[in-house]
């Protein structure tokens, strides 16, 4: 399975512990309500924690596919390390597989920032970033029509 490679776990891990710090910081920084009442941290839940948890999940096991994709469809790959073969997939890509994907990763990273009705934006995010997750799976997995054209 092509998770396993020393440079998809380097990805992974480093796309993970950067959307998880981020949103994890911005639940203990921002001001979020409690009570009526307007708390610093009010927002670190168990839930929020667990959802930040599959939503930096989600989004790291994407950016996987989509270097995966790209190594895949690619002739030319830079090979120079971990930061290049991460943003070739910016360069070298088929759009009408891509796009789709890139705009659910974005939509679901921006809906997870939202504070106002917190839950039901969170719930929206993990389902848009879950779609753009099996999304990238299946072009990694399978051949597209209209790439192979």
Partial sequence: MHYFSLRNISIFSGMFLVFYGITTWMLLNLPGSSNMACVIGAYVTPINLITNLLLS??????????VEFSTKKSAFVSKSGVIGSALVFLTSFCASCTLPILASLGVGGFFSLISIYHGWFQILALSTCVYALVSSHKKVVNDCNICVL
């Fill in 57 to 66: 999940f989600a989004i790291a096991a994407t950016v996987v596919n989509m």
